[in-house]
């Protein structure tokens, strides 16, 4: 089956401290992953894609093929960094995408 | 200004009643999605469009409809055979490449449907 899984719903941390959101998948294919970010009263946008290998905002998220995984990770959390973020699979097939659960990560002063 | 826009941004509904959700792109994009927004549950696809005229079913598509009548628009109706249709409403649009990397959705602000 496809599909992505973000284990954590809620996520706390402090101002500085790092901050990593775990995102895993299932896919039979060559995975194309995604993160997108919802700031408060904003719309969902794209945060960055592995095909990029890019730091956005100072995040980073490296594919993990073995693992199955696509962390996002940033080293010093920042208060803006307060968002919902959601990992997502696009499936090449059918051509769609695929969405997590979404974790909500705060960040505390 | 290009972009997405959801019409209407809050809509109440009675029981029994449909109700239509517009979605408008002026991006030129191929593709459209609409996909229902619920806390805990993330972000599930109800119907997506690739071309004019053709849609495919999603995760959850029962009790909703949809049309592909112009490139730019994609109508979604909740109708009264969605057993439990308050939610955030989600459309959004991607340009179709088969290039790697290239599938990035832009989304709408969103309409929130309350069934009363």
């Known amino acids: 089956a496809q599909r992505v899984t973000q284990p954590e719903k809620l996520l706390s941390v402090f101002k500085g401290a790092p901050v990593e959101l775990k995102c895993n998948y299932s896919?039979?294919?060559?995975?194309?992953l995604f993160w997108y970010v919802q700031y408060s009263r904003q719309r969902l946008q794209l945060l960055l894609r592995h095909i990029s290998r890019e730091s956005i905002k100072g995040f980073t998220a490296d594919l993990n093929k073995g693992e199955t995984s696509f962390h996002l990770k940033k080293p010093f959390a920042q208060e803006e960094d307060s968002a919902m973020y959601y990992c997502a699979l696009f499936i090449q097939g059918a051509q769609k995408l695929v969405f997590g659960q979404g974790t909500r990560l705060t960040i505390n002063p | 200004d290009g972009g997405i826009t959801q019409s209407p941004k809050y809509l109440f509904r009675k029981e029994g009643q449909n109700v239509t959700l517009s979605c408008e792109q002026n991006?030129?994009?191929?593709?459209m999605y609409w996909y229902r927004q619920d806390p805990g549950q993330g972000l599930r696809l109800i119907y997506y469009?690739?071309?004019?005229?053709?849609?495919q079913k999603g995760d959850i598509a029962e009790g909703y409809s949809v049309s592909r009548e112009k490139k730019e628009s994609f109508p979604l109706t909740v109708t009264s055979a969605q057993k439990n249709p308050t939610a955030f409403y989600l459309c959004a649009s991607s340009i179709l490449n088969s290039r790697s990397g290239a599938n990035v959705l832009t989304f709408g602000a969103g309409s929130r449907l309350t069934v009363l």
């Open positions: 896919y039979s294919g060559s995975p194309e």
């Open positions: 991006l030129n994009h191929d593709a």
């Open positions: 469009s690739q071309i004019v005229n053709d849609f």
